[in-house]
């Protein structure tokens, strides 16, 4: 029964976890940390949690890239910029994670991507950070309905940024890109297909760098990896399949939502657990 639990939470969590560019980890640290306070899974700790899931997004990674490369929706060159930052600041924030209680945690997990679902809702009224087009990174793109964008940003600021989101992103154990999603499209105006896709791509690099600390330190649950890996693998494919038929305002909303649902729960389990 708790591999087939796992193997739900495996498709369910990558499928749209790779729709909207977060790796999956989004769902599946919640969902393993309400786990946690159930008889059968009581020995799973916040660190195991967010090493577990990490490692269990390498194949999201790369399942949803590899799906979002025939689509032409990989924003390469930004996407090894941001990795610069966003590398070296998932594997500080793994092993900042050490440090931190399950209340504690929950707390400030769901606080922070509360916040960055809140900051979603007046996005149309935000401002990109302005540069230089002629020492900035400038580039266009046309969605599936016809509509052309542009959008770049200073590569220093970005690397600064990528760190910074990186960090952050390694403490909670959602992916070094996953964040960089609502990041790319509120500071840099980045469209959301590209957004996702492009997030999705630095996952699977970062999500290799935070395992190998996390594996390391002994935070790992492999037969609990080894139920999630094939939904993950399969959930990745659906995920990028009805992320092509959305429209980019659909995708937004649907990160939106999705943040605040599993915001609201972990401050709920954090104050009454």
Known sequence: MEWIL???IGIAASSLGSLIGMGGGIIVVPALLYLAT?????????????????????????????AYMKHKTVDYKS???????????SILGAW???????????????T???FVSLV?????????????????????????????????????????IAFVVGFLSGIFGIGGGSLMVPT?????????????????????????LSSITHISLGNVNWLYALALV??????????????????????????????????VRLIYQGITG
Do not use: C
């Open 79 to 89: 996407g090894l910029i941001f990795l610069i930052g966003s590398g070296p600041g």
């Open 184 to 208: 790319m499209i509120l500071l840099f105006f980045f469209p959301p297909h590209v957004a996702t896709a492009t997030s999705m791509f630095m996952i699977l690099p970062t999500s290799i």
């Open 96 to 110: 900042v994670t050490e440090k931190m209680g399950l209340h504690s945690f929950n707390i400030y997990f769901g």
């Open 230 to 263: 094939p939904g993950a693998w399969i959930g990745a494919k659906v995920g990028v399949y009805l992320n092509t038929r959305f429209k980019s305002k659909t995708i937004v909303i649907i990160i939106r939502a999705t943040l605040i649902i599993v915001g």
């Open 38 to 66: 159930l008889p059968s899974f009581h020995h799973l700790t916040p660190q195991v949690v967010v090493g577990t899931s990490l490692f269990t997004m390498i194949f999201t990674g790369l399942s949803s890239t590899l």
């Open 6 to 8: 796992l193997i739900v």
């Open 120 to 160: 979603l809702i007046v996005k149309d009224k935000l401002r990109p950070l302005p540069f230089r087009k002629d020492k900035g990174i400038v580039r266009t793109f046309t969605d599936n309905t016809g509509r052309s964008f542009e959008y770049g940003f200073n590569p220093i600021l970005g690397v600064v």
């Open 112 to 114: 922070f991507i509360l």
